[in-house]
């Protein structure tokens, strides 16, 4: 199966991002002459993540796009022949330079749907060899990406519809590639942007970015710019010396505030300077790098009402230390003075955007009624999911030859369903989530207003539900090796997560002590795990 022109499709996973162990079973399947036989895996998750009720699915395109370029080089396969056995078969090396996913079928949850334990996130069907060969980067590209689109939908659902979000993780990543999947579904759980690069020129997600403490502190104030001068921004009037203009505004500003003109910061204000002629349409200003009251505010009134003589508009300010809400409540209130005082109505309302180690609870605090807080930069605490660093998902064979796989263990959380399956999600009156329904696939569909007997997970016998709804969960995405329907953008997905996470009920959107969300099964499937438990997998 030809790979498309893409980019990433070589970067996002290469077939030896693999268990060793997967391997091995090839080789295994290939001498028990079983490497053709038609088999059936799912992927998916045993518990919701940190302590919730929901995930939401995500990574499916770097999955397709994974499928799509899947082939073994022949580096990839000599390097294979010198971690088997030296009297390995050659036949058996021949077979895996000619393996592709021309005969593999994908069923998926669309990503940014909501997904709930047991519930497959992918079905995966096709050659027992190749499919068993999925198995581990099938479950890297989309176990952290799920984890990251969850956690940034919880940090979403804590800072309301208004505020903006910002993922600014790339440093505090696990290595470049968790680095680009944090940027990417944190975006798609519901954050704005992020300052990632890669993920902009790759993904398409939007970013943002100021300026660090590192770059005021390289001013001293004695630097001279080989060209201070501006032009207004409607282009019309002589070009103005910027620097100069500055000063005589601080002189200004510092009497209205009570300072010295002294006070205030000779290098950052020559940096804010510097930044402001590089971009006078996008002017921002750090203010905590020496002090925020009594240099970093004074400096950037200076410089944001001299452009505004000239008719731009700093566009925010950001602070990364001490009380973020105070300081943001404090700054406000000396916008709103300074605009009345110096008729600049714009001013009062230029953004404020903190970043400091946020977690969910100061985000809870950033984002409470009264907050002047407009966007809020959060790095550590989305892409390292320090709550729960591992969605814990699993791949499991369901069927091989058409008859149902089932593995039966001491432990009974880690019992899987056998069989190929359906999913169904069972809507209340008002659309939101009754509960989720597996059946196997030779079964009707669930009717809308028809009464069905359901066995929930968990419980100690079945129940009786009528959904005014019922929408089918998992949709054909590859069929054959070929992709059935274009994926949707990232921003699609973004959307249609906001969506279904309007649709759940409170009680499942809690984010602590939440309701646990039903899943069950049908009569029959239930009464087949019963069989499989009695006699047998097999």
């Given at each position: 199966?030809?790979?498309?022109?893409?980019?990433?499709?070589?970067?996002a996973a290469r077939p030896l991002l693999t268990d060793l162990y997967q391997a091995t079973m090839a080789l295994?399947?290939?001498?028990?002459?079983?490497?053709?036989?038609?088999?059936?895996?799912?992927?998916?998750?045993?518990?919701?993540?940190?302590?919730?009720?929901?995930?939401?699915?995500?990574?499916?395109?770097?999955?397709?796009?994974?499928?799509?370029?899947f082939r073994l080089q022949d580096a990839d396969v000599q390097f294979l022949a010198s971690m088997l056995p030296p009297d390995t078969d050659p036949a058996f090396f021949e077979h895996l330079r000619a393996l592709d996913c021309s005969d593999v079928t994908v069923r998926a949850l669309p990503e940014g749907s909501l997904a709930f334990p047991g519930v497959p996130l992918l079905q995966v069907c096709g050659p027992l060899l190749v499919v068993q060969l999925l198995e581990t980067p099938l479950l890297c590209l989309v176990s952290y990406a799920s984890l990251i689109a969850t956690n940034a939908a919880r940090l979403r659902l804590i800072a309301g519809p208004k505020k903006r979000l910002l993922e600014m993780g790339l440093r505090r990543a696990q290595g470049p590639d968790g680095g680009l999947t944090a940027s990417t579904y944190?975006?798609?759980?519901?954050?704005?942007g992020s300052s990632n690069v890669l993920a902009g020129q790759l993904r398409g997600v939007p970013l943002a970015g100021t300026l660090a403490h590192?770059?005021?502190?390289?001013?001293?104030?004695?630097?001279?710019?080989?060209?201070?001068?501006?032009?207004?921004?409607?282009?019309?009037?002589?070009?103005?010396?910027?620097?100069?203009?500055?000063?005589a505004w601080l002189d200004r500003v510092c009497a209205h505030l009570g300072l010295g003109v002294q006070e205030p910061h000779r290098g950052e204000r020559a940096a804010f300077v510097a930044y402001a002629l590089a971009f006078p349409r996008a002017f921002q200003g750090l203010l905590d790098t020496y002090s925020v009251q009594r240099s970093g505010l004074p400096n950037f009134l200076a410089v944001a009402l001299a452009l505004g003589e000239l008719g731009y508009q700093a566009v925010g300010v950001r602070l990364d230390s001490?009380?973020?809400?105070?300081?943001?409540?404090?700054?406000?209130?000396?916008?709103r003075s300074v605009s009345a005082q110096f008729q600049m109505p714009w001013l009062e309302s230029v953004s404020i955007a903190v970043s400091n180690n946020i977690d969910e609870e100061e985000l809870t605090r950033l984002a409470q009624e009264g907050s002047e807080v407009n966007v809020i930069g959060i790095g550590t605490n989305v892409v390292t999911c320090p709550r729960q660093p591992s969605l814990g998902c699993v791949y499991k064979l369901v069927s091989v030859g058409g008859q149902p796989r089932m593995k039966l263990t001491e432990d009974p959380e880690k019992q899987t369903l056998p069989g190929s399956k359906a999913a169904f999600r069972l809507l209340g009156t008002d659309g939101s989530p009754l509960l989720d329904l597996l059946q196997l696939a030779e079964e009707a569909p669930p009717q809308a207003g028809q009464e069905l007997r359901v066995w929930p997970r968990g419980a100690q016998g079945p129940c009786t539900v009528r959904p005014a709804h019922v929408e089918p969960l998992l949709r054909l995405w590859v069929q054959q090796g070929q992709l059935c329907e274009p994926l949707p953008s990232l921003a699609e997905s973004r959307a249609f997560a906001q969506l279904s996470l309007s649709r759940l009920s409170p009680e499942h959107k809690r984010l602590e002590q939440p309701a646990l969300y039903r899943v069950a099964l049908s009569d029959k499937l239930q009464a087949l795990v019963a069989r499989l438990r009695e006699g047998g997998s097999s």
């Open positions: 199966m030809a790979a498309e022109q893409d980019p990433e499709a070589r970067a295994g399947y290939w001498r028990a002459g079983r490497a053709e036989e038609q088999a059936e895996f799912e992927l998916f998750f045993r518990g919701c993540p940190f302590g919730g009720a929901f995930a939401l699915a995500a990574g499916l395109r770097d999955c397709v796009r994974f499928l799509r370029a944190s975006y798609l759980g519901g954050f704005d590192s770059f005021i502190t390289s001013f001293l104030g004695t630097e001279v710019p080989p060209n201070p001068m501006l032009a207004p921004a409607a282009s019309q009037g002589p070009m103005v010396d910027l620097a100069a203009c500055v000063e001490g009380d973020l809400l105070q300081q943001a409540q404090e700054i406000r209130r000396v916008f």
